[in-house]
């Protein structure tokens, strides 16, 4: 019994210190130096960068449109949005030649024998999963969202967002593991030159090029996608499916009124935006109602979450001034409701900070002319530092809460 067992462990032993014969296993299978620490490490660094920033500025835009009490999001900058969200799909864009770089750095190691050598390594072994498939999900998703392409059944902000966390969890328990090698490499101030140098004898990619392709491929990404928020950049946005300045008025069009089934419903010569709620009794305007108030003109970027963004001049009027007129206070959240009968997108819940702001309009014109119909007419509404999901156009009904 005690031998048998014996024999047993014996045979364990062996088979762990043994690799398997076939060729993934065998010591030596990969003889490429790109598949070496020193690269893997320095785009370890970057994507760790990169995730950083996306999650962090992922997580804002999804507090922003699902605030919990402790939550409020600011009106000022009024550009701030524009730019965490533009930093979201920028840095997610980016990631991916670096994570697709990475995947070929660092796939011999899967097949590392023996499969665990550490508590360390196991903790390691477990997290790669998570953190590859959650990593590929998360791009995979973020690009389709950008496109308008929903191919699956489930809906994608909840989706995403609870693939992040995994992701981010499977993160850091890879850069604790991993830690101590990034250190190393960093470190080495002359990283082994000869292996390198015996690489491109060869005529093979060297070490430090595989990081300059990385790096080239991330750049191009970069400079092919940003244009859709930054405006210089626009001509070289190949990438991007939504350029800031392509769409009637000159701005892109997410929800045209054909498809929100607002057609006749806006063109309405007997059209009113009806104001009521906390007020001393509910009052209708109409257009001419409406053009009477005072008018107001201001600058302000549109920023939808899918990363475009544009800057238009706004003219209508201001919610403060609105409230002003029916005797409503000014402080407090307001719901903003659009004449579009379904969709998620139909309504918003202003929070204190953005009701107050007196750069908050119920847009009545852009650029100086009436509302196009598709960017809502006649009235959206339009608040400084909103995400653009929120920005409800169409606006019929105002609630003060
Ligand atoms: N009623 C309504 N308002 C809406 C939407 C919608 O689907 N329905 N889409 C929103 C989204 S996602 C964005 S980005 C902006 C875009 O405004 P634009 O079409 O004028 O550029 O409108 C917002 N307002
Ligand atoms: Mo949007």
Known sequence: ?????????????????????????????????????????????????????????????????????????????????????????????????????????????????????SLRHAVDRVSIPALVGGSLFLLVTGVQNTMYWYPWGFFFPPAHYWAAWITIGALIMHIGAKAGIVRRVAAAREPRAAPDLAEADRGGLTRRGVLGL??????????TTAGTTVGPLQRLALLSPRRPSVGPQGFPVNQPAETAGVVQAAMDPAFVLRVEGNLPRPVEFSLADLAALPQREIELPIACVEGWS?????????????LRAVGAPVGGPVFVESLQQAGLYRSTTLNPAHASDPATLLALRVGGEPLHLDHGFPVRLIAPNNPGVLQTKWVARVEVL
Request: hydrophobic fraction near 55%; glycine fraction near 10%.
């Open 1 to 117: 019994m005690v031998r048998a067992a014996g024999r047993l462990a014996a045979n364990l032993a062996r088979w762990v210190a043994t690799p398997p014969p076939v060729a993934p296993f065998r010591e030596g299978a990969f003889r490429s130096g790109l598949h070496d620490e020193a690269p893997a490490a320095w785009l370890g660094v970057a994507l760790g960068v990169t995730f950083t920033v996306c999650f962090v500025t992922g997580l804002a835009s999804h507090l922003i449109q699902n605030p919990g009490s402790w939550f409020a999001w600011p009106a000022r900058p009024v550009g701030l949005y524009r730019v965490t969200q533009g930093l979201h799909v920028v840095t997610g864009l980016v990631s991916i030649p670096l994570l697709l770089i990475k995947l070929f750095v660092v796939y011999p190691h899967l097949w590392a024998w023996p499969p665990v050598r």
């Open 310 to 322: 544009a800057t238009a001049r706004w003219g209508g009027v201001a919610l403060v001034d609105l």
């Open 214 to 223: 990385a790096g080239a491929a991330s750049g191009l990404v970069f400079l």
